[in-house]
């Protein structure tokens, strides 16, 4: 077992070929929000899934967080044994930042082993270098969102060339800002309504994904462009998302940020664009060249009719917050 990275890419139904779960952001959805969707729910077994990848448990604990808010909703976990694995979720933050969100650890016990420190401190040596406030880890975004956005652009600046094969002071680097901008944008987003979580990982070693991802527990966008004077007020989550995803695009006196800049920087490195709000699913995926072209034919005018022809649509059952996945095929191979 490979609890460390998600094989993201070969199989987006959370799903390995023989059948055995996986937890990344393409199954949690599923995965979590069937699990915990009443008051009082068996504890999560996660020694049952074949890989915990940071983006999938980024939302277990938006969704811990969100049910600390309701009264006697608590949640659950039973830890894997396996000490490798449970040295990789101390390391990344996991353990610390879901107790801290309120949840309860029913085999506590496994963590006294003192094999785990060890391997925990070899884990410590080898990202060294990362600053505590860096997207390697899941970070809690509250208070301390400062901190946390420049960890991110230290991670821009001093790995995201090497990742994309560039110089620093490349145009291609220049191009990356509206990209870099909406990936902080998002993190002030996550403050702005109590969310947690942030993360930026590599799969496993040599896959050429990069994958930022964030959680928060706020009232989604279908909630949000309420309080906004938006040309076409949204009724369902999926239209919210799309109307969201445009709102940059035609209020650009508005100073927000937002993700349609960023979208040309996503298209020039075959990346993909994911998003649960509520009930709804919006998938951009730009990896292939017929995607490219449709969106190359339509991207200067923004028009909606476009956008919802390119964007793959769903309506699942409802997860409370807001999940958002950012991928880019890179070049080069993790570090």
Not at 190 to 195: M, T
Request: glycine share 8%; with cysteine.
């Amino acid at each position: 077992m490979n609890h460390a990275y998600a094989r993201t890419g070969r199989d987006d139904s959370g799903q390995f070929a023989s059948g055995a779960p996986k937890l990344n952001w393409e199954s949690a959805g599923r995965v979590l929000a069937s699990h915990f969707a009443d008051r009082h729910v068996e504890p999560l077994d996660l020694s049952e899934f074949t890989v915990l990848s940071p983006d999938g448990l980024t939302w277990l604990l938006a969704l811990t967080a969100w049910r600390a808010r309701q009264e006697n909703w608590a949640t659950e976990i039973h830890l894997p044994r396996d000490p490798r694995t449970l040295a990789y979720l101390r390391e990344l933050g996991f353990v610390d930042l879901y107790q801290l969100s309120g949840g309860l650890i029913v085999n506590e016990f496994v963590l006294w082993n003192s094999e785990i420190d060890r391997i925990e401190d070899r884990l410590r040596r080898k990202f060294e270098s990362a600053g505590r406030n860096s997207p390697r880890f899941i970070q809690r975004v509250g208070s301390n969102w400062q901190n946390v956005i420049g960890g991110v652009h230290a991670y821009f600046m001093e790995y995201f060339p090497g990742r994309l094969g560039v110089d620093a002071l490349s145009d291609v680097m220049w191009d990356s800002r509206p990209f870099q901008y909406a990936v902080e944008e998002i993190i002030m987003n996550v403050a702005v309504h109590a969310g947690v979580g942030f993360a930026c990982y590599r799969p496993w070693r040599n896959h050429p994904v990069l994958r930022f991802s964030c959680s928060d527990v706020g009232g989604g966008f279908l909630a949000t462009l309420r309080h906004k004077a938006v040309a076409r007020q949204p009724k369902t989550d999926v239209a919210a998302i799309l109307e969201g995803l445009l709102y940059r695009h035609y209020a650009p006196e508005s100073g927000v940020i937002g993700l349609y800049n960023a979208l040309e920087f996503l298209r020039s490195f075959r990346g993909r664009l994911q998003i649960h709000s509520g009930s709804g699913v919006v998938e951009l995926d730009l990896r292939s060249q017929a995607h490219q072209k449709q969106f190359d034919e339509g991207y200067a005018s923004g028009d909606p009719a476009w956008l919802r022809k390119l964007c793959q649509l769903r309506t699942v059952p409802a997860v409370a917050g807001t999940h958002i996945a950012l991928d880019l095929t890179t070049p080069r191979a993790a570090h």
